[in-house]
């Protein structure tokens, strides 16, 4: 008897939006990779939850490589809307420092200036492609922690060798 | 193939892309000293992952690396549990480690990111790089866990 595949869509798109739009949103992105990897276990806890079958760190390794690469594109999504909003606020900054030092800190210039530089669309796809593999890769480790945190799942009604006859009932008593 | 092979295929393969990855993390600095236009394209990579606050970074070369201190300590990490993973698994079997060694490696990690997000300490870049490590010695163990059993699962079919 084959058993049924798990269904990875689902799982894997509740948690690569959870990740996504955790990574995408500007001073909610301070945790690094640590929102693909939670993602890609929430993908992996949503698809042991519903899950009539035992299910492995493959499996989890699957759901979580596809959430993380979902994570990826809709990060890009969400952080387009937010991007004016950061340079107006490097700018507010860079004026403030202007205004008040005759020196701007190194580290500080150098933080402004990340991400200011004017990028191509080849540049922009290939960065995509490369934060995708990144993410599925993250993703994949995520759900097989996933996997590993929800712990070993019993299969209802599972029977993994012909059970041995129990002893009868005792007869009904005699009127 | 046998799956010790195959196994050993995802291994190296995991082993030699964790050490380009390090690499890049290194060279991104040095590139960015000699004005190379490859620098802002790896700091771009980079900056997908890694938040890149200058403050929270090592430096070389009179320039911040790629990725944060407690970033670097988890991929130096990982690279180390990745060299200390054929004497502790092999390549002939997959088995995940127990949730409980999980929660305890987790935890100094946890504790000084939480801290230091809620302001009750600064902790330095030695301490993110330190628990950084701990936290990504363990992660192969997972991360090769998961390709090889779905290795695995392809070699049963």
Known sequence: MNDPKPRLFMPALLGGAAAGLLSGIPFVNCCCCLWIIGGAALAAYLLWKDSPIVLSSGDGALVGAFAGILAAFIRALISIPFRPMEEVLTKKIMEYFADYMKQMPAQLSDLMNQGNEPVSLAVIFFGLLISAALCAALGALGGVIGIALCGKKTRPGAQSAPQQPGPLPPPPPQP | ?157
């Not at chain 2, 902790?123 to 998961?146: C, D």
């Open chain 2, 1 to 157: 193939m046998r799956i010790e092979r195959k196994i050993a295929i995802i291994y190296w393969s995991t082993l030699l892309i964790t050490s380009f990855w390090l690499g890049a993390i290194g060279a991104a600095p040095y590139l960015r000293s000699q004005a190379s236009g490859v620098a802002p394209l790896i700091y771009s990579c980079f900056s997908t992952v890694c938040h890149q606050i200058p403050s929270r970074s090592f430096h070389l070369f009179g320039f911040p690396l790629a990725v944060c201190a407690r970033c670097l300590g988890i991929y130096a990490g990982f690279l180390g549990g990745l060299v200390l993973y054929p004497f502790q698994r092999g390549f002939s079997s997959v088995r995940l480690p127990k949730p409980a060694f999980f929660w305890i490696v987790s935890a100094p990690i946890a504790i000084d990111a939480i801290a230091n997000r809620l302001g009750f300490w600064t902790g330095s870049n030695v301490l993110r790089f330190a628990t950084g490590f701990l936290w990504g010695s363990i992660l192969p163990f997972y991360f090769l866990t998961g390709l090889g059993e779905l290795a695995l699962r392809a070699h049963k079919k």
